[in-house]
């Protein structure tokens, strides 16, 4: 009577966390669409490029950072097609902890590196010389909007831009060729062995995006309060620190939605969680690069947003994790 009585309560705590998400509705609004926009962003992006390589180019800018937008929204996403041939750490190869993206760009410079005439070429230069951070050198660091010869300069910045456009491609390929089917067939296959597993997948791409924006997006520049760090902020040439911290705040958003799409509990509870982290940010608009982190109350304004970032994390292990049925233990950077 008591075994039957425990398989009784296991069928229903199964049951009960079955209704809490949907990996089809998860794929079609959340990951397709995500990687769609990137492709599509990146392949706008290219054609700025092959238009007009001049680093100031309006269009040229508005292109990278559109498709960088793109790219920060799903950037939690890292499995699956992303991974494949290191596709994410082409597109996104930061934080540069030895400066290897300058250096790389300036050998290839110096030299003329023929490597830049083909994709395929291309594609097997160091991953510090692709993406969207070397980008960024090439339209708005000093060194390289004005390096000589100018012709291999805007060459390059084609190289780079193509690159971006067909690892951008290539992922989204991956998904809509493959990838989407394993997610929606988890228990019929060996990459995921049950319907759990698929959702721990993708609750581990919440969290772990969440730890990459607290402790890297807004620690590293943050550093310690005698020796602070702005200028290891991401993307601080173009002034993109805190824009990244809210596109990637608003991607995991949308998936954490979608994950306790049928306990309105939940959800209010992360949303009111989220809502509180998007008004800091508000609150450091006049601050995009976190330089102001070099000035107690600038930084304690970084501090406040990086606590708010913090109490979604501790959310998602209280209330999230268990409606998933992931367990206490479970550990987002292994996956399991």
């Not at 110096?110 to 395929?120: G, L």
């Not at 390096?147 to 690159?163: F, G, I, S, W």
């Amino acid at each position: 009577m008591l075994r039957t009585f425990l398989s009784g309560l296991a069928l229903i705590a199964s049951a009960a966390t079955a209704q809490a998400y949907d990996i089809a509705t998860i794929v079609d609004r959340h990951i397709l669409p995500g990687y769609e926009s990137l492709a599509l962003r990146a392949a706008d992006l290219d054609t700025a490029a092959q238009a007009d390589c001049s680093a100031d180019s309006h269009d040229l800018r508005a292109a990278w950072n559109a498709a960088f937008d793109a790219w920060v929204r799903v950037s939690h996403l890292r499995f699956g097609p992303s991974e494949d041939a290191d596709r994410a750490f082409a597109l996104a190869f930061w934080p540069d902890t030895r400066g290897f993206t300058p250096r790389e760009l300036a050998t290839l410079i110096e030299t003329e590196d023929p490597v830049i005439e083909t994709q395929d070429a291309f594609s097997h230069v160091s991953i510090a010389a692709r993406g969207f951070y070397a980008m960024e050198f090439l339209l708005y660091d000093a060194q390289f909007t004005t390096a000589e010869p100018d012709a291999y300069r805007c060459a390059l910045v084609r190289a780079v831009a193509r690159d971006i456009e067909a690892n951008a491609q290539a992922i989204l390929d991956g998904w809509q060729d493959a990838y989407a089917d394993v997610m929606l067939t988890a228990g019929e296959n060996d990459t995921f062995r049950s319907r759990e597993e698929a959702a721990q997948r993708l609750f581990g791409a919440v969290v772990s995006g969440l730890q990459f924006t607290s402790d890297t997006r807004l620690g590293r520049p943050l550093g310690t309060f005698d020796r602070p760090r702005p200028t290891r902020a991401e993307a601080r040439r173009s002034g993109r620190a805190l824009r990244n911290v809210v596109l990637s705040l608003e991607g995991t958003r949308q998936l954490v939605r979608l994950l306790a799409e049928d306990s309105e509990a939940v959800t209010d509870t992360l949303d009111a969680a989220y809502d509180r982290a998007f008004e800091q940010a508000k609150a450091l608009e006049d601050d995009p690069a976190f330089a102001g982190v070099d000035d107690p109350q600038g930084r304690l304004q970084v501090e406040i947003l990086q606590q708010n970032v913090d109490r979604i994390r501790t959310l998602l292990g209280t209330d999230l994790g268990p409606l998933l049925g992931v367990g206490a233990g479970f550990n987002a950077m292994d996956g399991d």
